[in-house]
């Protein structure tokens, strides 16, 4: 097994983070330095800086109504990181991001599987959002931000955007770019001013106040890995 699969599976970091962590030299496999693409067998011993990985804890999956200010990143260095805002007991890690400028839903999990299922594009996994924009939207740019805009050098894909009055929008992406929206609107001459995701799939925001956080019901988690399962069959 791959060394970042075998990571993330035992629910300590993502495959992405693991890779960090073999580039900082911090992995070894049988007291070696593990490097990309290195394997584990049944019998290996796995070290992260000199320690064994911690038994795998039961899995968690919460939703955050992430405020603005906040930065999707688990770096204790950077202040008012997202990690040191929810303070769990233990560790786990945002599945995607929001800008530190936007708000609204955030998933975060200790299970690696899962993160690395929800941020393979092309599942194409719709994410809602509610945007407020600095002057009165006009039909041509719903329709542009609807077939596609170039941003960072490509095409955005054709989503749904449905005005919901003169300065707010509804938009569903299945991609999810840098900071695709507010790119995707300046190239229209639009400013952002306000961006909320409400919706991950079947998650909503639906009764979280700002700032607070919740497990997922039953219910919401069969139909999330039910969604992605299907995902990774059609992909």
């Given at each position: 097994?791959?060394?970042?699969?075998?990571?993330?599976?035992?629910?300590?970091?993502?495959?992405?983070?693991?890779?960090?962590?073999?580039?900082?030299?911090?992995?070894?496999?049988?007291?070696?330095?593990?490097?990309?693409?290195?394997?584990?067998?049944?019998?290996?011993?796995?070290?992260?800086?000199?320690?064994?990985?911690?038994?795998?804890?039961?899995?968690?999956?919460?939703?955050?109504?992430?405020?603005?200010?906040?930065?999707?990143?688990?770096?204790?260095?950077?202040a008012g990181n997202i990690i040191e805002?929810?303070?769990?007991?233990?560790?786990?890690?945002?599945?995607?991001?929001?800008?530190?400028?936007?708000?609204?839903?955030?998933?975060?999990?200790?299970?690696?599987?899962?993160?690395?299922?929800?941020?393979?594009?092309?599942?194409?996994?719709?994410?809602?959002?509610?945007?407020?924009?600095?002057?009165?939207?006009?039909?041509?740019?719903?329709?542009?931000?609807?077939?596609?805009?170039?941003?960072?050098?490509?095409?955005?894909?054709?989503?749904?955007?449905?005005?919901?009055?003169?300065?707010?929008?509804?938009?569903?992406?299945?991609?999810?770019?840098?900071?695709?929206?507010?790119?995707?609107?300046?190239?229209?001459?639009?400013?952002?001013?306000?961006?909320?995701?409400?919706?991950?799939?079947?998650?909503?925001?639906?009764?979280?106040?700002?700032?607070?956080?919740?497990?997922?019901?039953?219910?919401?988690?069969?139909?999330?890995?039910?969604?992605?399962?299907?995902?990774?069959?059609?992909?």
């Amino acid at each position: 097994m791959r060394i970042n699969k075998y990571i993330s599976e035992t629910g300590f970091c993502s495959r992405r983070e693991t890779d960090r962590l073999i580039e900082a030299k911090r992995i070894t496999i049988n007291e070696i330095v593990c490097e990309t693409g290195d394997t584990v067998a049944p019998g290996d011993v796995v070290l992260i800086d000199g320690k064994t990985i911690p038994k795998k804890a039961d899995s968690v999956y919460l939703l955050l109504n992430k405020p603005v200010g906040i930065t999707c990143t688990a770096a204790p260095h950077v202040a008012g990181n997202i990690i040191e805002y929810v303070n769990y007991p233990i560790r786990i890690f945002a599945v995607g991001r929001l800008d530190k400028a936007s708000e609204g839903l955030i998933l975060l999990t200790n299970d690696g599987d899962i993160v690395n299922k929800m941020m393979r594009s092309e599942n194409a996994h719709e994410k809602e959002y509610l945007v407020t924009v600095d002057r009165p939207i006009t039909d041509d740019f719903i329709e542009k931000m609807a077939s596609g805009v170039e941003i960072l050098g490509v095409m955005t894909k054709p989503c749904e955007v449905i005005s919901m009055n003169d300065y707010e929008f509804k938009i569903i992406l299945t991609q999810g770019l840098n900071r695709q929206i507010r790119r995707m609107s300046k190239a229209l001459g639009y400013k952002v001013t306000k961006l909320e995701r409400v919706r991950i799939m079947n998650l909503t925001l639906t009764g979280l106040e700002r700032g607070a956080y919740r497990g997922l019901t039953n219910e919401e988690l069969k139909l999330l890995l039910s969604s992605l399962h299907e995902g990774e069959k059609h992909s």
